[in-house]
Every structure is written in structure tokens, then in C-alpha cells.
């Protein structure tokens, strides 16, 4: 007779904080090999778009500048908080991308938990692990930018609303839960789309008596107040301007909403989507359309003006646009402005290996088949379920970016888990028309999300671009830019602005005659392109094809005719010919469009003198002084001039005061010795 089998008790599971632990170490470890396998690519050192703006503010912030001047462009919070990582550790890359692995960690910790609290302790840790895995998390926790903060908040806000799911808000939490919101839209300002729904839940849950649910909400305001009162206030005191957050409303809403746009980022000017660029032109823009000095309420109002006509004018069209947007919102493609993880793939195994599995074309179905496995449990979940509706629906109304879209990746994770874990007793439990409303609807949302499409090309094509201007504003890694602009033409061979750059930078190498071709390919994709006629124009004067470099400036002035820059080089190049009258007249109109530029002044001066005003050229001289009296150039061109005018003591003057500038400057010398010795000979001096 056989003994009975022992049967060993299965041991108790881990308690949570230990499993939080784990998935915390798991997320840490992950995003420290991403950046190691990063730290010889050129893309770990590169700061383009919006990252070279938030780390040239950050450095101002350390370096002493807290206040700052004007009314805030972008939304101040993620500035600031690497501002004070500058400040503390200094401003290595490596460091502020450690910290902010950190806090990536533990917004995979703060989802887990939330996961826990609202469904179920394998949810959480479903949730915990997919975040910790979710390449594009990994990807935008390494990058100068703000997604890894905006993730963090947002999952401070999810865990308060986790552990309030079903029962009634109190005052501390709402005021928590405040705090956080506020702290989100000074991060990402369309996140203020979550406050009304939040509010809205609190006078919905239950309560004892009506000051029940009003104490809450009165502390959910003041959270949010106190968070976004004092940036307010700031942007009155400093800027003028009363504004929540950033005043850069207007121009976002325009790119996103006009007779152009396809859903994809669009500059207001070609070839300046750069945010040196941006605030620059829409302020240019909407100033010259308006004829007068704008404020940037009154330049963001303008903005949104010429949207909304767009949008009344052109409903149809409009509506069209939003259906686009809505698709990018939803695809699996991972949009990409100056960095995206397709082209970091190629450096980073962790990408590489994660990519194909963890991406949003999964986890989209994967919450979708969260939403059916928990829709009994509907009414405790509102918040959630409005939440992921408004914020992709804030989304739309601009442009897509993925890390735009990103904060939802914190409501899919959630809803994930919860499909992850809980799919298996909904379809043993469920009805079998709704087991079959399920498999079709999730099935027709991984389809969706996942069309082929030419997105993450386009995308790996951007990213490649990007990489190549980086490295050609290095001059020494001038080929390895051209390698890349290469690279991206292989993939998007009709990009004008890649054909642009590469013809930029053959130029710098001194390959004219391909930079030449690149620049007329350019042009013929997109002819309206003013730089390319202009740069062109530059290749064809450097060969001697004088007459043809004056056409193609022409070309460069009649698709930019507010450009001072392409009527001076064609002025130049007029007054190179003999063709000194049109040369006047042009260097007259860029000096209307631009007074204050010293160079402008010098040269409309040497052509006046060429034309016979001298008196005229002696004043033009005299305000290019007022504007740069350092430029010995001037200096001397006055000094010759005053010769002419037969003003002798005057013309030394201006020679000496040119050659004390630039002891090198023969010319001047020359003229110096030259008119010391005509001096002396008046004088009759030996």
C-alpha cells in the first residue's frame, strides 16, 4: 500500500511592498542599461527642439535667473525642476538622466499600486511590469524633456483616485489630488482637461449630507490654486500678462487647425520648426498681419482667430482633419519630433528587444480588453473611463506627438492590467454574444492600431534628419551630418528640408556642385522653399554664374517678400553686377524692414556712395556706427568717405579708430598711412 502523497502547502505570496520593490529595481535596471548602451551615440549629447530650450533655461535657472523675464512660452514646471538638478549636481547629462530613471521607477511603483487598489493585486502587478517594460517609457525617461515628469504626476493623480474608487472623496486627498493636477498642467497644460471630470466625481460619490461632497471640492480647488496661483501671479508681475501657465496657446492651436495641416507638426514658417524659431516668427507674423506691436495674449488671440475662421470657413475639411488626428492618436506609431525610439533603437538593445512587444499598438487593445473585463464594475470607474475620453480628445485639438499623447499611457496601463489579469474569469463568466462583442471589438482595435502605414518611416526618416543637424552644427563632424541626411533621404527621398541641409552641408565642405544639385532637388519638391533659391544663389556666385545667382535670388525674394535677409544678398549681388540703382532701392526696403541691423546700414551706405550721396551715405554710416561703433569695417568705409568729402582730420579719425579696433585690418592701415601722408604734404611738412 502506498503511502499518501505529502502535498506542500503553496507559500504565502509576497507582501506588496516587497513585489513593489522588485517591479521599482526591475524598471531602474532597465532604464540605466538603456542609457549606458546610449552614452557614444550622438544622440546622448544632442539638444534640438524643445530640449535645447528646456536645458538653456535650466542653466539659466542655476546660474542664478529664478524669475526670469516676459511671460512664460512653455509650460515652466519641467524647466525648473531640472533647473535645481543643474543646480545640486551640476549639468551632466548622465545625472539628470539617473534622476529622472528614478522617477520613472517610481511611477511604475505609484501605477502598480493604483492598479492594486482599484482591481485586483495581480493587476498591480501586471501594471507595475508592462510600465517597467513599455519601451516608449524607457525611451522618454533617457531624454531631455518633460514625459517622464508629466508620467510621475499623473500617476500621483491616478494612485489618489485609485484609493478613493469606491467611496467618497474627503478633503485631504481632494486637496492632494488638487495639488497634483495643478502640478500636471504646469507640465502639460492640456492636462487641465482632467480637472472638470475630477470635479464632477467628487459631487457624484456619495456622501452623508450635501457639505459632504462640498468640502471636497472647495479643497480640490484651493490644491489647484495654490499650485497655479503663484505662476500666475508671476506671469502679471513679470510679464504683463495674466497667465495660468504659458502663453503660447494660439500659434499650437493654428499648426494644428489650418488649410495645411495633416495632424503632424507644422512650422508657421518652412524649415523653422526649431523653438529658437517659433515664438519668434508667430510673434513676426501675427505683428506685420496686424500692423502694430502685439502682446502675447493679443499674439496668441490672433492665432487662435485664424484657426477658428479656418475651422468656420472649412468645417467639412476640418472634420476630415480631426478624424486624421484622431488615427494618429490611436496608431501604434511612436510620432517623433526631434527624437523618437526607432532611430535610439539602433544603439539601445533595450529598445531593440522591447520595442516589437511593448509599443502602444499593443497596449491600446490590451485596455480596451481591460474596459470589457471591468464595465460591471462602471460606476466606480467613471473617473477613469472619462479621463482616458478628454485627454486623447485634448490631444486632437492641436497636433500629434507621441509624448504629447503619453500621459494616456498611464490610463491604458491601468486598464491593461486589469485585462491582463482579469480576461481569463470574464470569458469563463460572460455571456457568449458579449465574449463575441469583445474578441471583435478588441480585434478591431489591435487592427486599427497597428495599419500599415508609412508613420514610423516618416518618423525613423525625422529622426535621422535631426541627428544630422545636430552633428553639422559641429563642423568637425560635418561628414558624419552629411551620412546621416543620407540616411534619411533613403527613407524620404522627397524631403525638401533633408534635401536643404545636405545641400547645406556639402556646401560647408566645399562640394559645390553637388550641394548645387541637392539644392534644385530640393526645389523641385517644394518650390516655394525661399532658402534653397537663396543658398543656391550663394553655390552660383561662388562658381561665377553671376547672372544666374541673381535670378535665383529674385526667386528667393518673391516667395519671401518680407525677408530683409534675401533683398540684401540681392542687392549685393545687384551692385556686384554695376546694377547700383535696384541694388539702392532694395537695400532701402531691408532697411525699413529691419533699422536695427548694423550690417544693412554699412552696406546701403556703400551703395549710396557708389551712386553719388555721399551726404546721405555719411548718415547711413553714422547710424550703422550708432548701432555697432565696434566695427571697423565702418570705420574705415566712413573714413574713406570723408575723404571724398575732402574732410581730412575727420577721415584720419575714423582710419585710426578702424585700425585700433582691428590691428589686422590692412586696408585701413593703408588708407591711415595714406591720408597721415597726404596731411603732412598739405601741410608741407618733409
Same mark, same amino acid.
Given at each position: 500500500?502506498?503511502?499518501?502523497?505529502?502535498?506542500?502547502?503553496?507559500?504565502?505570496?509576497?507582501?506588496?511592498?516587497?513585489?513593489?520593490?522588485?517591479?521599482?529595481?526591475?524598471?531602474?535596471?532597465?532604464?540605466?542599461?538603456?542609457?549606458?548602451?546610449?552614452?557614444?551615440?550622438?544622440?546622448?549629447?544632442?539638444?534640438?527642439?524643445?530640449?535645447?530650450?528646456?536645458?538653456?533655461?535650466?542653466?539659466?535657472?542655476?546660474?542664478?535667473?529664478?524669475?526670469?523675464?516676459?511671460?512664460?512660452?512653455?509650460?515652466?514646471?519641467?524647466?525648473?525642476?531640472?533647473?535645481?538638478?543643474?543646480?545640486?549636481?551640476?549639468?551632466?547629462?548622465?545625472?539628470?538622466?539617473?534622476?529622472?530613471?528614478?522617477?520613472?521607477?517610481?511611477?511604475?511603483?505609484?501605477?502598480?499600486?493604483?492598479?492594486?487598489?482599484?482591481?485586483?493585486?495581480?493587476?498591480?502587478?501586471?501594471?507595475?511590469?508592462?510600465?517597467?517594460?513599455?519601451?516608449?517609457?524607457?525611451?522618454?525617461?533617457?531624454?531631455?524633456?518633460?514625459?517622464?515628469?508629466?508620467?510621475?504626476?499623473?500617476?500621483?493623480?491616478?494612485?489618489?483616485?485609485?484609493?478613493?474608487?469606491?467611496?467618497?472623496?474627503?478633503?485631504?486627498?481632494?486637496?492632494?489630488?488638487?495639488?497634483?493636477?495643478?502640478?500636471?498642467?504646469?507640465?502639460?497644460?492640456?492636462?487641465?482637461?482632467?480637472?472638470?471630470?475630477?470635479?464632477?466625481?467628487?459631487?457624484?460619490?456619495?456622501?452623508?449630507?450635501?457639505?459632504?461632497?462640498?468640502?471636497?471640492?472647495?479643497?480640490?480647488?484651493?490644491?489647484?490654486?495654490?499650485?497655479?496661483?503663484?505662476?500666475?501671479?508671476?506671469?502679471?508681475?513679470?510679464?504683463?500678462?495674466?497667465?495660468?501657465?504659458?502663453? =503660447?496657446?494660439?500659434? =499650437?492651436?493654428?499648426?494644428?487647425?489650418?488649410?495645411?495641416?495633416?495632424?503632424?507638426?507644422?512650422?508657421?514658417?518652412?524649415?523653422?520648426?526649431?523653438?529658437?524659431?517659433?515664438?519668434?516668427?508667430?510673434?513676426?507674423?501675427?505683428?506685420?498681419?496686424?500692423?502694430?506691436?502685439?502682446?502675447?495674449?493679443?499674439?496668441?488671440?490672433?492665432?487662435?482667430?485664424?484657426?477658428?475662421?479656418?475651422?468656420?470657413?472649412?468645417?467639412?475639411?476640418?472634420?476630415?482633419?480631426?478624424?486624421?488626428?484622431?488615427?494618429?492618436?490611436?496608431?501604434?506609431?511612436?510620432?517623433?519630433?526631434?527624437?523618437?525610439?526607432?532611430?535610439?533603437?539602433?544603439?539601445?538593445?533595450?529598445?531593440?528587444?522591447?520595442?516589437?512587444?511593448?509599443?502602444?499598438?499593443?497596449?491600446?487593445?490590451?485596455?480596451?480588453?481591460?474596459?470589457?473585463?471591468?464595465?460591471?464594475?462602471?460606476?466606480?470607474?467613471?473617473?477613469?473611463?472619462?479621463?482616458?475620453?478628454?485627454?486623447?480628445?485634448?490631444?486632437?485639438?492641436?497636433?500629434?506627438?507621441?509624448?504629447?499623447?503619453?500621459?494616456?499611457?498611464?490610463?491604458?496601463?491601468?486598464?491593461?492590467?486589469?485585462?491582463?489579469?482579469?480576461?481569463?474569469?470574464?470569458?469563463?463568466?460572460?455571456?457568449?454574444?458579449?465574449?463575441?462583442?469583445?474578441?471583435?471589438?478588441?480585434?478591431?482595435?489591435?487592427?486599427?492600431?497597428?495599419?500599415?502605414?508609412?508613420?514610423?518611416?516618416?518618423?525613423?526618416?525625422?529622426?535621422?534628419?535631426?541627428?544630422?543637424?545636430?552633428?553639422?552644427?559641429?563642423?568637425?563632424? =560635418?561628414?558624419?551630418?552629411?551620412?546621416?541626411?543620407?540616411?534619411?533621404?533613403?527613407?524620404?527621398?522627397?524631403?525638401?528640408?533633408?534635401?536643404?541641409?545636405?545641400?547645406?552641408?556639402?556646401?560647408?565642405?566645399?562640394?559645390?556642385?553637388?550641394?548645387?544639385?541637392?539644392?534644385?532637388?530640393?526645389?523641385?519638391?517644394?518650390?516655394?522653399?525661399?532658402?534653397?533659391?537663396?543658398?543656391?544663389?550663394?553655390?552660383?556666385?561662388?562658381?561665377?554664374?553671376?547672372?544666374?545667382?541673381?535670378?535665383?535670388?529674385?526667386?528667393?525674394?518673391?516667395?519671401?517678400?518680407?525677408?530683409?535677409?534675401?533683398?540684401?544678398?540681392?542687392?549685393?549681388?545687384?551692385?556686384?553686377?554695376?546694377?547700383?540703382?535696384?541694388?539702392?532701392?532694395?537695400?532701402?526696403?531691408?532697411?525699413?524692414?529691419?533699422?536695427?541691423?548694423?550690417?544693412?546700414?554699412?552696406?546701403?551706405?556703400?551703395?549710396?556712395?557708389? =551712386?553719388?550721396?555721399?551726404?546721405?551715405?555719411?548718415?547711413?554710416?553714422?547710424?550703422?556706427?550708432?548701432?555697432?561703433?565696434?566695427?571697423?569695417?565702418?570705420?574705415?568705409?566712413?573714413?574713406?568717405?570723408?575723404?571724398?568729402?575732402?574732410?581730412?582730420?575727420?577721415?584720419?579719425?575714423?582710419?585710426?579708430?578702424?585700425?585700433?579696433?582691428?590691428?589686422?585690418?590692412?586696408?585701413?592701415?593703408?588708407?591711415?598711412?595714406?591720408?597721415?601722408?597726404?596731411?603732412?604734404?598739405?601741410?608741407?611738412?618733409?
Amino acid at each position: 500500500m502506498r503511502a499518501p502523497r505529502r502535498i506542500t502547502p503553496s507559500p504565502p505570496p509576497a507582501s506588496f511592498p516587497v513585489v513593489l520593490l522588485g517591479i521599482f529595481a526591475l524598471a531602474l535596471v532597465v532604464r540605466v542599461i538603456h542609457l549606458w548602451q546610449l552614452r557614444n551615440a550622438p544622440v546622448f549629447d544632442m539638444r534640438l527642439g524643445d530640449s535645447a530650450i528646456f536645458d538653456a533655461w535650466a542653466r539659466q535657472l542655476a546660474g542664478g535667473d529664478w524669475v526670469g523675464d516676459g511671460v512664460f512660452w512653455y509650460a515652466p514646471l519641467y524647466p525648473y525642476f531640472l533647473g535645481v538638478i543643474y543646480a545640486v549636481f551640476g549639468d551632466d547629462g548622465w545625472l539628470a538622466r539617473l534622476v529622472q530613471s528614478v522617477i520613472g521607477a517610481a511611477s511604475c511603483v505609484l501605477l502598480a499600486d493604483a492598479a492594486r487598489r482599484a482591481f485586483s493585486r495581480s493587476a498591480g502587478i501586471a501594471a507595475g511590469l508592462v510600465l517597467a517594460l513599455y519601451a516608449p517609457a524607457v525611451f522618454y525617461d533617457g531624454l531631455i524633456q518633460k514625459p517622464v515628469l508629466v508620467l510621475f504626476l499623473l500617476s500621483v493623480v491616478l494612485w489618489i483616485v485609485a484609493d478613493r474608487i469606491d467611496g467618497p472623496v474627503t478633503s485631504l486627498p481632494a486637496l492632494s489630488l488638487g495639488a497634483a493636477v495643478g502640478l500636471l498642467v504646469l507640465t502639460r497644460e492640456n492636462t487641465l482637461a482632467f480637472a472638470p471630470v475630477l470635479l464632477a466625481w467628487m459631487l457624484l460619490t456619495r456622501a452623508p449630507h450635501r457639505s459632504g461632497r462640498a468640502l471636497p471640492v472647495m479643497a480640490f480647488v484651493l490644491g489647484l490654486a495654490v499650485v497655479l496661483a503663484p505662476v500666475a501671479a508671476r506671469n502679471k508681475i513679470v510679464g504683463g500678462e495674466l497667465h495660468l501657465t504659458a502663453a =503660447n496657446f494660439g500659434d =499650437n492651436f493654428y499648426k494644428g487647425n489650418n488649410e495645411h495641416a495633416d495632424g503632424w507638426y507644422m512650422p508657421l514658417v518652412a524649415l523653422r520648426g526649431s523653438p529658437e524659431f517659433e515664438r519668434r516668427d508667430a510673434v513676426e507674423i501675427a505683428e506685420r498681419e496686424t500692423g502694430r506691436e502685439l502682446t502675447p495674449a493679443e499674439v496668441s488671440r490672433y492665432w487662435t482667430g485664424r484657426a477658428l475662421e479656418y475651422i468656420r470657413s472649412s468645417p467639412t475639411d476640418w472634420l476630415r482633419l480631426m478624424a486624421q488626428k484622431s488615427l494618429l492618436v490611436w496608431h501604434a506609431a511612436e510620432l517623433g519630433d526631434t527624437e523618437d525610439p526607432y532611430t535610439y533603437a539602433m544603439w539601445s538593445a533595450v529598445l531593440w528587444v522591447t520595442l516589437p512587444v511593448f509599443h502602444f499598438g499593443v497596449l491600446a487593445p490590451c485596455a480596451l480588453l481591460g474596459i470589457w473585463v471591468t464595465w460591471d464594475r462602471r460606476r466606480s470607474l467613471l473617473p477613469l473611463y472619462l479621463m482616458l475620453a478628454v485627454y486623447p480628445a485634448s490631444v486632437v485639438v492641436f497636433y500629434i506627438f507621441g509624448r504629447y499623447r503619453y500621459p494616456v499611457v498611464a490610463l491604458l496601463v491601468l486598464f491593461a492590467a486589469a485585462g491582463l489579469t482579469g480576461a481569463r474569469k470574464y470569458f469563463r463568466e460572460a455571456r457568449p454574444a458579449a465574449r463575441f462583442a469583445c474578441v471583435v471589438t478588441v480585434a478591431l482595435a489591435l487592427t486599427v492600431a497597428n495599419w500599415p502605414t508609412d508613420a514610423k518611416t516618416r518618423v525613423r526618416a525625422a529622426g535621422l534628419y535631426n541627428i544630422g543637424v545636430w552633428l553639422s552644427r559641429q563642423p568637425e563632424h =560635418n561628414a558624419e551630418a552629411i551620412e546621416y541626411y543620407e540616411s534619411s533621404l533613403a527613407l524620404r527621398p522627397e524631403s525638401a528640408r533633408t534635401l536643404y541641409n545636405l545641400g547645406n552641408a556639402l556646401k560647408r565642405q566645399g562640394d559645390l556642385e553637388r550641394a548645387e544639385a541637392r539644392y534644385r532637388e530640393a526645389l523641385r519638391h517644394e518650390p516655394g522653399l525661399p532658402e534653397a533659391h537663396n543658398n543656391l544663389a550663394r553655390c552660383l556666385e561662388s562658381r561665377g554664374a553671376g547672372l544666374d545667382a541673381i535670378a535665383s535670388y529674385r526667386r528667393a525674394v518673391a516667395t519671401a517678400p518680407s525677408s530683409w535677409l534675401y533683398r540684401s544678398n540681392l542687392a549685393l549681388a545687384l551692385a556686384r553686377g554695376g546694377e547700383l540703382e535696384e541694388a539702392e532701392a532694395l537695400l532701402r526696403e531691408a532697411v525699413r524692414l529691419r533699422p536695427d541691423h548694423a550690417e544693412l546700414l554699412f552696406n546701403l551706405g556703400n551703395v549710396l556712395l557708389r =551712386n553719388g550721396l555721399p551726404d546721405e551715405a555719411a548718415s547711413t554710416f553714422l547710424r550703422a556706427l550708432a548701432l555697432d561703433p565696434g566695427d571697423a569695417r565702418i570705420h574705415n568705409n566712413l573714413g574713406h568717405l570723408l575723404l571724398t568729402l575732402d574732410d581730412l582730420d575727420a577721415a584720419i579719425r575714423s582710419f585710426s579708430e578702424a585700425v585700433r579696433l582691428d590691428p589686422a585690418y590692412g586696408i585701413a592701415r593703408r588708407n591711415l598711412d595714406a591720408a597721415r601722408a597726404e596731411r603732412d604734404r598739405r601741410r608741407g611738412t618733409p
